[in-house]
């Protein structure tokens, strides 16, 4: 029987389309549903179901075998399509002021200022304390990995960095 609907909508028959229409229209309208989940008004969801039988109507040349896998697969990309061309956009109210967040120029020279006092004093530090420092803090290296690399014990480059927090803090 589907095989027949088939061949009548390949032939043009306007009477197999509204077959059609009558048997598989809830049957794409839960397809739709399901790709729109709701995100679209009722209104957009009777458009969607209206362009997959016109889309059905245009492609009857290349129908083959039953309706249903077809009518399935235009549904399906009908609704991708629609959710795509209806992205929402959120219009910002009128009192609304713009906020530039870029940092001042003065906030700028004083964070300018704070690396280098930063800089001079890891410059300040014992060389090693200073690599070490930069493998971690820097180079985000963990204190295992350090210790693999130096052949150090992985409790004495912790200390070691206890140390190097607490003299920075007070040289900052």
Known sequence: MNDDLSARLRLGDP???????????????????????????????????SDVFV???N?????????????????????RQKLRQARPTEMLPEDTELVDEAP???????TAEQTAALRQAID?????DRALFIRVYYLDQT?????????QNPS??????HRGR??????L
């Open 55 to 57: 889309s059905l109507w």
């Open 143 to 151: 204190v295992e990995e350090v210790a693999a690399v130096t052949g």
């Open 15 to 49: 009477a197999a389309l509204e077959e059609a229409m009558d048997r598989y229209a809830s049957y794409a309208a839960k397809i739709i549903a399901v790709y729109l989940n709701r995100a679209l008004p009722p209104e957009d969801m009777e458009e969607v179901l």
């Open 156 to 161: 004495t480059l912790r200390v070691r960095l």
């Open 124 to 128: 300040a530090m014992a060389p090693e």
């Open 104 to 110: 001042l120029p003065e906030q700028q020279a004083e």
């Open 166 to 171: 607490k003299k920075l803090k007070e040289l």
């Open 59 to 79: 492609s009857r040349a290349r129908l083959e075998g039953e309706v249903k896998p077809y009518l399935a697969a235009i549904a399906r990309n009908a609704a």
